[in-house]
């Protein structure tokens, strides 16, 4: 009976995988399948909440949360991150033009804006904009901290045009989100 517990220990001991546990800006590259990207110094903590900006007549809600030990692939290599995800309203005079606030992203990526990498030094962070219809704005917002309750914004789209054999013609193709630099946001 004891030689069965000694081979159940050393069976149980074998079959687990270690996590490694590493900070938010380690290269995925040459790190271990299952390792974990952590905000170990709460860095993504800041940018929570909602924020509220205003740009050519339009006024820009963010509501930002922080996930935790969300899983994601590369490089045929699973790993787990911590990350921001951002849902926003883009209104003009009361109405609303898009908004994310209500939207479920279990089976679509459109409209979500998330990630984890973080600005050494600079009290930054950068996004990734999945984009609108047919990945039309798709690119990177790129958020950095000025004081306890404003942030500035950048956001600089890749793809701005769509095709006409993948793009139905009936979509809105236009880009809500302030194409801009140094739009400043305040905490609510």
């Given at each position: 009976?004891?030689?069965?517990?000694?081979?159940?220990?050393?069976?149980a001991v074998f079959?687990?995988?270690?996590?490694?546990?590493?900070?938010?800006?380690?290269?995925?590259?040459?790190?271990?399948?299952?390792?974990?990207?952590?905000?170990?110094?709460?860095?993504?903590?800041?940018?929570?909440?909602?924020?509220v900006g205003h740009?050519?007549?339009?006024?820009?809600?963010?509501?930002?949360?922080?996930?935790?030990?969300?899983?994601?692939?590369?490089?045929?290599?699973?790993?787990?991150?911590?990350?921001?995800?951002?849902?926003?309203?883009?209104?003009?005079?009361?109405?609303?033009?898009?908004?994310?606030?209500?939207?479920?992203?279990?089976?679509?990526?459109?409209?979500?804006?998330?990630?984890?990498?973080?600005?050494?030094?600079?009290?930054?962070?950068?996004?990734?904009?999945?984009?609108?219809?047919?990945?039309?704005?798709?690119?990177?917002?790129?958020?950095?901290?000025?004081?306890?309750?404003?942030?500035?914004?950048?956001?600089?789209?890749?793809?701005?045009?769509?095709?006409?054999?993948?793009?139905?013609?009936?979509?809105?193709?236009?880009?809500?989100?302030?194409?801009?630099?140094?739009?400043?946001?305040?905490?609510?």
């Amino acid at each position: 009976m004891r030689s069965v517990w000694f081979i159940l220990v050393l069976f149980a001991v074998f079959s687990c995988k270690a996590q490694q546990v590493l900070p938010l800006n380690t290269s995925a590259f040459k790190s271990p399948t299952n390792s974990y990207f952590k905000d170990l110094n709460n860095e993504l903590d800041y940018y929570t909440g909602a924020w509220v900006g205003h740009f050519n007549s339009k006024t820009i809600k963010l509501v930002i949360t922080k996930d935790v030990k969300i899983p994601f692939k590369m490089w045929k290599k699973d790993f787990y991150t911590d990350r921001l995800f951002v849902k926003y309203e883009v209104k003009r005079d009361n109405v609303v033009l898009e908004s994310s606030l209500n939207k479920d992203f279990t089976n679509d990526v459109g409209l979500s804006i998330e990630g984890s990498k973080t600005k050494d030094n600079e009290g930054g962070i950068t996004l990734v904009f999945a984009g609108g219809n047919c990945s039309v704005g798709i690119g990177t917002i790129t958020l950095k901290k000025i004081s306890d309750t404003q942030f500035s914004w950048g956001y600089y789209p890749g793809t701005t045009t769509t095709n006409d054999i993948t793009c139905p013609p009936d979509k809105d193709y236009t880009i809500y989100l302030p194409e801009t630099e140094n739009l400043i946001f305040t905490k609510q």
